[in-house]
């Protein structure tokens, strides 16, 4: 076997038991030495190759997986709760501004009428001293009622002006119906003595210890309406 077939053998297999290949190897103390060194180097890794598996090994890689990713996740929950923290916080702040701010008493008024359309097509004829109890729920008018009563009251139900408690009434008025409002003072209101929009007009004037609102389509009935609240309301 010659020197370049030798070393082929040798290296990829140093524990060869071929009987030219251990006669190749006897024949030069070089040979023998390279050999050995080869196999010196080839139990080294062998036994480096075999090191003992932890029998919770899979165990762990796994729970160490879950806490990666728990982590990861827990990263981005902490933002997206942040964020929600931070419109959240917004949003209230935006909303108790809203509330704080100065209310049209007119605008309200137009957008209630709207908003509860409804109203004008109901028939409940509701008595003064119904009216009166509602009034007295409010907690926010003091002792003001109505004396008698004031003419045909259609509906009556509470209503919000911008966070204010309110009262909603449906009256009859000379020829056709009038919305009433009943809203508490306040020194953010904004009281107009005229307002309307494409579709209706309106009142308002204050007692004593209400603004009143009055939204209809005539002028005349709007009068009605207010004369017979200046009568009976107290």
């Known amino acids: 076997m010659d020197e370049l077939k030798f070393r082929r053998q040798a290296y990829g297999e140093p524990n060869c038991q071929d009987e030219d290949f251990l006669t190749a190897m ?13 196999k010196k180097l080839d139990s080294k890794l062998e036994r480096a190759l075999k090191v003992d598996v932890p029998e919770d090994l899979a165990a762990k890689l796994l729970l160490n997986q879950q806490l990666h990713q728990h982590q990861v996740q827990r990263r981005k929950s902490g933002f997206t709760l942040a964020l929600v923290a931070s419109v959240a916080f917004i949003a209230g702040i935006s909303f108790t501004l ?3 701010g100065p209310v049209d008493l ?3 008024a137009l957008a ?3 908003h509860e359309a409804m109203a004008l097509k109901v028939d409940d004829n509701v008595g003064f001293d119904e009216v009166n109890f ?13 004396t008698q009563q004031p003419g045909k009251v259609f509906y009556s139900t509470d209503c919000d002006f911008q966070g204010v408690k309110s009262l909603h009434l449906v009256m009859q008025g000379e020829h056709g119906k009038v919305t009433l409002f009943i809203v508490p003072l306040e020194d953010r209101m904004v009281l107009d003595e005229a307002f ?4 209706y007009i309106g009142q308002g004037f204050a007692t004593d210890k209400a603004y009143m609102l009055l939204v209809g389509e005539d002028t005349a009935d709007l009068g009605f309406v207010k004369k017979e609240i200046k009568q009976t309301f107290i």
Do not use: I
């Open 98 to 100: 809203l509330r704080m």
């Open 106 to 108: 007119g605008e309200h």
């Open 134 to 146: 509602q009034l007295a729920a409010m907690g926010t008018l003091g002792n003001a009622k109505f």
């Open 112 to 114: 209630h009428v709207y």
């Open 26 to 38: 006897h024949d030069s103390p070089e040979r023998e030495s390279f050999l050995n060194d080869l």
């Open 196 to 199: 309307a929009d494409n579709n």
